[in-house]
């Protein structure tokens, strides 16, 4: 094998984590901009819900075909909810860690949690969309 056929597929986890990050931010935004639109018809907590759930499917499209670039499958999609339920559930464990344990601020705690959430997330949604860790194909 050469080299160059070598660089590529090392480099390529670290591409699509740059668009994982990329288009992670705009998930935010656009989610974000749901929860201000439904806000003006529902209280903050169901607009809240509401945009949190768009998101995940947003997530799943966005990922699947630009981060990943696998087809958008359904039996895909009904499982990528189980990122974000562990996401939510590893930043819960940080926060009391940090917080409980490491006696962080419990306003600043939450801004130390992204540096593992996130890797943590990429990991878990190309696992799902390709069923692979960091094996490239």
Same mark, same amino acid.
């Given at each position: 094998m050469s080299t160059r056929g070598r660089d590529s597929r090392v480099q390529r986890p670290w591409r699509e984590f740059a668009r994982f990050i990329l288009f992670g931010v705009v998930n935010? &935004?656009?989610t974000y901009l749901v929860?201000?639109?439904l806000r003006v018809f529902l209280p903050y907590? #169901? #607009?809240y819900t509401g945009s949190y759930a768009g998101?995940?499917?947003i997530s799943y499209v966005l990922? #699947?075909?630009f981060v990943f670039k696998e087809k958008l499958r359904i039996t895909k999609a009904l499982q990528y909810p189980i990122v974000y339920v562990s996401q939510y559930l590893l930043g819960m464990a940080l926060l009391y860690l940090l917080v409980e344990i490491g006696h962080v601020s419990s306003s600043l705690a939450p801004l130390v &949690?992204?540096?593992v959430t996130v890797p943590a997330t990429f990991i878990l949604s190309?696992?799902?969309i390709k069923?692979?860790?960091f094996c490239p194909r």
């Open positions: 935010l &935004i656009f929860y201000l639109i907590p #169901a #607009a998101g995940i499917l990922n #699947a075909r &949690i992204p540096v190309r696992y799902l069923g692979l860790l």
